[in-house]
């Protein structure tokens, strides 16, 4: 896998490990950027997976300066910073939509700034819709929608955009979104199960 990683890193700038949970997400992203010969690397994760992550990097003892920090410190590293790779753990919490989140402008911004390698990681791109996708990637400028000003121009394409009511007024609903967001995604993407890890229970 980091093999394959570092292969579409090196033509695409980005990305997205969707491996199962405990399938070793955060050592390969480690391996991947050993690899490319980075030097800082800025790893956001939520809070209670920093020691882990640092435990991780630690172990495998990596050529490059690592700076782990949570979503809500993250504002804290978004200038007088140069990072040649950031790692978007849990990345399906930046899927907010039809309005990008807080955390997904945030991360633009940071990777907006520095043009880096970026890796997205997470064991459900979409739990929810496919349209989850959009706000995820949307900040990498070679991200494959990046052509879509907006959320809104996206969705002409790759949403089935209905309605539903709520207290008796209609609303669009953008949750139907096509399964060709994650073929658009299947160039940038690699999926590893429990199962392909040889997890018996």
Known sequence: IIDKGVAI?????????????????TLTSLGILNNMGVKQVLFITKKKAIGSITNDYEALNPSFKITVVNYESLHLFED?????AVVVD???????????????????????????YVILMSGTPTPESYSQMY???YGIPSNPFSAYANFYKFCHDYVNVGQKRINGMFINDYSNGKESIIQAMSPYTINYTQSEAGFEV
């Open 9 to 25: 890193l090196s033509i695409h700038r980005f990305i997205y490990l969707a491996m199962e949970v405990r399938t070793g997400k």
């Open 90 to 116: 849990e990345a399906h919490s930046l899927g907010a939509f039809p309005k990008p989140s807080n955390r997904a402008i945030a991360v633009k911004r940071v990777v907006s700034k520095n043009k880096p």
């Open 135 to 137: 706000h995820q990637v």
């Open 80 to 84: 007088n910073y140069k990072w040649d």
